[in-house]
C-alpha cells in the first residue's frame, strides 16, 4: 500500500487488474474457454430447467413448424401487394415468381391459424385453477412458433419459447411468457428441453429444423429412451409428399409398424382429440 493509505502501489495495482484475480464465475472470457463447456452446458440446462419449475411448468406440447408461415393478414396483403407489382410489370419474371410464392404463402397460412387456435385450446383447457398442464413450448421463433405461442397469449396462458442463437439476427416472437423465453447456444441442450416435459409432439409444415425435431422424436420413441407420446403430423397431404414414408418400410429400414408412432391432423380440434384420446382425457 502506499502511504496514502487507499490507493495501491503500481506493483499491487498490476496484480489486482490481471483476469486471474477476477473471481471465476464474473470473469467472462474464464467462462468461454473449451475447457469450461462442460460448466456452460450444466448452466443451459439449470437456468432453463429452474426457471421453468419457478413458474410451475409440469408438463408441456412440442409444436413445431416453419418460421416461414405468416398469418392470413399478412400473406393477403402480400398477395396484393405481389398481384399489383406483377400487373404494371407484365414481363418482369421475378415479379410473377413473387406473386406464386405469395399465393403458396396465403394458401399455406391455415397453418398459422390452426396453430393459433391449438395454443388456445390446449392452453384454456389444461391450465386451469393454477395447474400448468400441457403448456405450449416452441422455438420462439416467428410463424407457426408465434402462432402457437399467440393463441395460448390470448387466453391468458403461460407458454415457453426456447430460442436458440444463430449467425442471422433472431429476435423471439412477442407472445412468450416473460421469463420462459430462453435463449441458448446448444442445440442439445435445447433439444433435451423440448422434451423433459413433453406429453406431445405436434409438427407442422416446416424446413430442416422441424424434421430434425419431428425425426429426433421419433428415434427416441422408437428406440424406447422416452415414453411414448402423441406424434401427429399436421396436413397429411405435405407430409406424404416430403417424406414417403411407406417407402421406407417397403425397403426395410424403418418396421411396418414405425408407421403407428404418428397420426395426421388438418385441424387444431383434430390434433388436440388425437391427444385427449391417448390420455384418456375430455376433449
Avoid at 407484365?90 to 404463402?105: K, N, T, V, Y
Avoid at 394458401?107 to 384454456?124: D, F, H, Q, T, W
Avoid at 402462432?147 to 387466453?155: C, F, I, T
Avoid at 411414448?228 to 406424404?240: A, K, M, N, S, T
Wanted: hydrophobic residues 40%.
Amino acid at each position: 500500500m502506499t502511504s496514502e493509505g487507499n490507493k495501491l502501489d503500481p506493483s499491487m495495482r498490476k496484480i489486482m487488474d490481471d483476469p486471474s484475480f477476477i473471481k471465476a464465475y464474473l470473469d467472462g472470457d474464464f467462462l468461454k474457454r473449451d475447457e469450461l463447456r462442460p460448466a456452460r452446458l450444466q448452466l443451459e440446462l439449470l437456468k432453463a430447467e429452474l426457471s421453468q419449475q419457478e413458474h410451475d411448468i409440469i408438463s408441456t406440447i412440442c409444436v413445431f413448424g416453419s418460421a416461414r408461415t405468416p398469418d392470413e393478414d399478412t400473406a393477403r396483403r402480400d398477395v396484393e401487394e405481389a398481384r399489383r407489382h406483377v400487373e404494371s410489370n407484365p414481363d418482369d419474371a421475378a415479379a410473377a415468381a413473387q406473386l406464386c410464392r405469395a399465393e403458396r404463402d396465403l394458401k399455406n397460412s391455415r397453418y398459422y391459424e390452426e396453430a393459433r387456435k391449438l395454443g388456445s385450446i390446449v392452453s384454456s383447457t389444461c391450465q386451469m385453477q393454477g395447474r400448468c398442464e400441457f403448456v405450449i413450448v416452441t422455438g420462439g421463433g416467428p410463424g407457426i412458433m408465434e402462432a402457437a405461442n399467440r393463441g395460448a397469449h390470448e387466453v391468458g396462458s403461460k407458454s415457453v419459447g426456447l430460442n436458440i442463437s444463430l449467425p442471422y439476427e433472431q429476435y423471439p416472437n412477442p407472445y412468450v411468457t416473460p421469463g420462459l423465453c430462453f435463449n441458448f447456444h446448444y442445440f442439445a441442450i435445447r433439444k433435451m428441453h423440448f422434451l423433459m416435459r413433453a406429453k406431445a409432439l405436434i409438427a407442422f409444415p416446416g424446413g430442416f429444423g422441424t424434421m430434425d425435431e419431428l425425426f429426433e422424436t421419433l428415434t427416441l420413441v422408437q428406440t424406447e429412451k422416452i415414453k411414448r407420446v402423441p406424434i401427429v403430423l399436421f396436413g397429411r397431404d405435405f407430409w406424404e409428399e416430403v417424406i414417403n414414408f411407406k417407402a421406407l418400410a417397403r425397403e426395410g429400414t424403418i418396421s411396418p409398424e414405425d408407421i403407428d408412432l404418428f397420426e395426421y391432423a388438418e385441424t387444431a380440434q383434430e390434433a388436440w382429440d388425437i391427444i385427449s384420446r391417448f390420455y384418456a382425457l375430455e376433449a
